[in-house]
């Protein structure tokens, strides 16, 4: 039985799929005549807005809610229908149809012989605003760094206000306008055309913005810096017994900037009006810096001015009394001794600054007399002095009369007093 089956089924075997291959072709061929309709969706076609003025020229603002695209199914002919495309189907609205309700209906334009069936969402919905014009400075927003030895000031933006057109709600969250201008490694004066750019308080930009100006002009300077070194002297001379001692500034350098032509041909600043005359004690002057350049030169720093701070002392004179037994006798030979004569006292006086005399001692002096190589006898010896720097002497050479003679021998003036040694 089994074997009667399989005969049947391969019995004219090719007959029977040329069979099932000309009815495939019969088929196909009764459909492409016919044609059948079909039905499709196509999706996210964009809705055209249309006469948009209708509501601008009010002086408001539209902004779309909901319909900014559509979806349309359609009915038509299988050889068209699936050929379709969005770019086949136009959408679009007509602002002058808008609502009581701000809704407009979506039209729909088809090829011929195709059928819209529906159209999700029927209708654009819009809100509307007021339109306000507002003016705003625009601020200058570097980026970059200029060559170093060189700084870049204050620039120029030309229009410096510009008035930008908006819907209420957008131009209150406007923050700022900036001039974005990069000056990195620029060492001249700079000058450039940029748009202006819209800040929202977030920091966002903001696009949606007619400006009644598309770029601004801006001139950057740029100057040549360079640090001075700062000079005193004084426009004149100290009163008679006054001394100046010098003078400690605030700050020793300067920093300034201008052309490089200018800046390139100097080397200090020099503070040389102030007079010192009528002086009697240190003194500190404000010295204004800016008043000490050059035209075309400036300072390039926060403080305008330093402090002179002048030292000015008395000269004044001390003067010091020792008692003949108070000076010291040097290079005395072993065999020998010696005996002051003198009765009155030994003075001395030195001149100089208050400071310095103020610190002046008797012991620091040491009054002394040398005998080295003096014979036996009676001798007036110059006293000599542990002199103090920055001090003058200004008392007369004082001498002191002692004898000399060999140990155990007889003095000559019994009635001194005992000074042996």
């Known amino acids: ?10 019995n004219n075997l090719g007959w029977k799929i040329l069979s099932l291959f000309l009815a495939c072709l019969l088929w196909l061929a009764v459909i492409n005549i016919e044609d059948p309709q079909v ?27 909901a319909g900014n695209t559509v979806d349309v199914k359609v009915k038509g002919r299988r050889s068209v229908v699936y050929k379709l495309t969005s ?122 913005v007619d400006m009644s100006v598309q770029q601004v002009q801006v001139k950057v300077p740029v100057e040549k810096t360079k640090i001075l070194p700062v000079s005193f002297t004084p426009a004149d001379a100290v009163g008679e017994n ?36 009528g002086m009697t004690e240190k003194q500190t002057v404000t010295v204004n810096l800016a008043k000490l ?41 072993e065999n020998k001794e010696w005996l002051v004569l003198s009765e009155n006292p030994v003075k001395v006086r030195y001149r100089g600054i208050e400071s310095k005399i103020k610190l002046l001692t008797k012991d620091s002096l040491q009054p002394h007399i040398s005998v080295e190589g003096l014979s036996n006898g009676i001798h007036a010896v110059m006293v000599q002095w542990q002199d103090p720097d920055e001090l003058e002497r200004i008392s007369a050479d004082d001498r002191l009369t002692v004898e000399i003679f060999d140990k155990e021998a007889e003095k000559t003036v019994e009635t001194s007093p005992a000074n042996n040694r």
């Open 293 to 333: 350049l050059p035209d075309g030169v400036s300072l390039n720093q926060d403080n305008s001015t330093l402090d002179a701070e002048i030292e000015i002392e008395p000269i004044v004179t001390q003067e010091f009394s020792f008692a003949p037994t108070e000076v010291e006798v040097r290079s005395l030979p």
């Open 39 to 65: 039905t499709t969706t196509i999706r996210g076609i964009a809705v055209e807005k249309q006469n948009e003025d209708a509501i601008t020229s009010q002086k408001q603002a539209i902004q779309y809610v």
């Open 1 to 10: 039985m089994e074997k009667m089956t399989i005969k049947r089924l391969t």
């Open 87 to 208: 770019n086949n189907v136009k959408a679009y609205v007509d602002m002058r149809n808008l609502s009581i309700t701000d809704a407009v209906d979506i039209q729909i334009e088809l090829p011929n012989d195709v059928e819209l069936i529906s159209k999700t969402p029927s209708s654009v919905s819009v809100y509307r605003e007021k339109i306000i014009v507002k003016q705003i400075e625009v601020q200058y927003q570097k980026s970059g760094e200029v060559k170093a030895g060189f700084v870049d000031l204050n620039p120029t933006i030309t229009p410096n206000v510009i008035e930008l057109e908006a819907a209420e709600s957008t131009i209150y969250k406007i923050e700022k306008v900036v001039a974005p201008v990069n000056i990195d490694g620029i060492s001249g004066d700079f000058t450039i055309s940029v748009t202006p750019q819209i800040y929202d308080y977030a920091g966002s930009l903001v696009t949606d």
């Open 242 to 277: 006054y001394a100046y001692l010098g003078v400690t500034l605030s700050q020793t350098s300067v920093a300034v900037r201008g052309k490089p032509a200018l800046i390139d041909d100097l080397q200090e600043l020099s503070i040389d009006y102030i007079s010192i005359a």
